[in-house]
Nanobody
């Protein structure tokens, strides 16, 4: 699976941004997908994920109510809508795909995802 993230940039606190991830090389509609982020000097952390079978979404507590994950299977695209962004959301955002699937116990574990895009930088100014 090849993943290409885009849509990052500079945004003011309280603003919105939509990240996109183009996928190719695998049956996208039957692949669990996720977004992670990594701030400078910090470890990679889970942001949101989507289970293709149930349509269930998972979100980190830090972004619940502000960020939402969605997909367009016809276009092989994954999205992350970011609303009411905060300076602490500043990071490189990476999209990821899980070949073996995720569930409610492991959706947040980066090791469960074995395909990664190159990341897109999001910078939130205060």
């Amino acid at each position: 699976v090849q993943l290409q993230a885009s849509g990052g940039g500079l945004v003011q606190a309280g603003g919105s941004l939509r990240l996109s991830c183009a996928a190719s090389g695998r049956t996208f509609s039957r692949t669990d997908m996720g977004w992670f982020r990594q701030a400078a000097g910090k470890e990679r952390e889970f942001v949101a994920a989507l289970d293709w079978r149930s349509g269930r979404t998972f979100s980190a507590d830090s972004v619940k109510g502000r960020f939402s994950i969605s997909r367009d299977n016809a276009k092989n695209m994954l999205y992350l809508q970011m609303n009411n962004v905060k300076p602490e959301d500043t990071a490189v955002y990476l999209c990821a795909a899980s070949e073996h699937g995720i569930n409610r116990f492991n959706f947040y574990f980066s090791g469960r995802y074995n395909f990664w895009g190159q990341g897109t930088q999001v910078t939130v100014s205060s």
